[in-house]
């Protein structure tokens, strides 16, 4: 049977994350904007109510699989780039949950948990200058030398790079191996020989941190690998390409925040559309902009139904044959990019101005199409997917 009733725990996280994204996040989203400051004090704030990667394992813990997906559209219906600080440790702590062994699991997340008192970050390091959509590419080494590994190589675009209190590293064991000689290794705070590369200025999300992170020589003992070594040599655990494919099913999550950035511009614009008089009556009575709404509201939905079922999937471990959480996301991106924009038309000079939140989430939107894969990776992700799928009877 299909239901889109959400249960009363779902609803109710629903409702407390739309109150603390009105409440807490929407009347400082501005002011971060403009500042492109991490939000330390509304992390702890998050932590507290159990957003984010918290101590206590917060409010997504063992809660049901569309839990995620709520949160992270409420959280970025009030500033995407908030709402990204605030689960901005959820990529390593991810990583270190697909390849670590218990102990590591234990040793680690919480280093990287907030609480209501201190903040704790991690940050995934895959991406570098000559490796962003072609990731085996990585060019950063880890090389085995007695009880240690030295790390060298530079990573691009992280976020919480050199701000974090413990990065997650993807490197390369053996060039010759591709995929299977990357490993992944945990780097904190404070170790020599990682040091800070440049940090971005950004066209939106700029609450969230942006930098390059280097590592000249860097040494870890042998037991930060993830995963362990087996005998072999190779990753005991499932390697960087389990966490890598883990990553797959977080994607959903990802399109609920552009979907949180298009559901507030549809809003806002469908709100002026109806106050906003010319020519004697209100903007909506014309049908050019009726239909525009029409299409905005048909959009949204569309983008939640794509999010909730790849959700879903992921949390009931159904295959996703069609690339569904790749889909999720690259729809609800491109939903996103589209709604905001056509929100700008909406509100005319308005729209343009920075008076009106619309123009940041058109920038705020962007990125979804960018990073985590951008939408032409996606494509070819759904793309080979299909072309997998067995002949119909
Ligand atoms: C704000 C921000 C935060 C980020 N945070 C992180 C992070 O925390 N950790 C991390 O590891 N990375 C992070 N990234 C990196 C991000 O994942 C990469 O930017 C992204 O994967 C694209 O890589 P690239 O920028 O090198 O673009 P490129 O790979 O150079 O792509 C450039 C263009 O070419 C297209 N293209 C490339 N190859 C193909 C192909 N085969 N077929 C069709 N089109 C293709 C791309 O779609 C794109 O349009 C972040 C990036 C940004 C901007």
């Not at 950004?202 to 690998?225: D, L, Q, W």
Request: charged residues 20%; aromatic residues 8%.
């Amino acid at each position: 049977m299909v239901s889109f009733a959400l249960s009363d725990e779902e609803r109710l996280v629903q409702q407390t994350a739309h109150e603390f994204a009105k409440k807490e996040i929407r009347p400082v989203a501005q002011y971060f904007d403009e500042h492109e400051e991490t939000p330390y004090d509304l992390i702890k704030k998050a932590a507290a109510v159990g957003f984010g990667v918290t101590a206590e394992g917060g409010i997504l813990d063992g809660s049901s699989s569309l839990v995620p997906s709520i949160v992270a559209e409420e959280l970025s219906w009030g500033c995407a780039g908030i709402a990204l600080a605030i689960n901005s440790s959820g990529l390593a702590a991810a990583a270190i949950a697909a390849t670590a062994s218990e102990d590591q699991r234990e040793r680690w997340l919480p280093e990287i948990a907030s609480d209501g008192d201190s903040v704790k970050l991690g940050a995934m390091c895959l991406s570098e200058p000559d490796a962003g959509s072609d990731v085996a590419n990585i060019q950063t080494t880890a090389t085995r030398d007695g009880d240690d590994y030295i790390i060298n190589g530079e990573k691009q675009f992280i976020t919480n790079g050199n701000i974090a209190d413990v990065h997650v590293v993807f490197a390369t064991e053996d060039r010759t191996k591709g995929w299977a000689g990357l490993s992944a290794f945990v780097v904190p705070r404070g170790t020599p020989g990682l040091e800070e590369g440049t940090t971005w200025k950004k066209m939106g999300i700029r609450a969230s941190h942006t930098a390059n992170v280097v590592f000249n020589e860097c040494r870890i003992p042998a037991e930060y690998k993830l995963g362990g070594q087996s005998k072999s040599g190779g990753s005991a655990g499932p390697g960087a390409m389990g966490a890598l494919m883990t990553l797959e099913r977080t994607r959903p999550v990802v399109g609920a925040y552009a979907l949180g950035i298009g559901r507030a511009a549809y809003e806002y614009a469908l709100d002026y559309a109806k106050q906003r008089v010319q020519f004697g009556r209100p903007i909506i009575k014309n049908q050019a902009i009726g239909f525009m709404l029409a299409d905005m509201a048909m959009a949204v939905d569309s983008a939640r139904m794509m999010v909730w079922r790849a959700a879903w999937m992921a949390g009931a471990n159904v295959p996703y044959l069609q690339a569904e959480g790749s889909m999720a996301k690259c729809f609800a991106s491109d939903m996103a990019m589209k709604v905001t924009v056509d929100a700008v038309q909406v509100l005319g000079g308005q729209g343009y101005m920075r008076e009106h939140p619309v123009e940041k989430w058109v920038r705020d939107a962007k990125i979804f199409q960018i990073f985590e894969g951008t939408n032409q990776i996606q494509r070819l992700v759904i793309s080979r997917a299909l072309e997998a799928l067995p002949p119909r009877g």
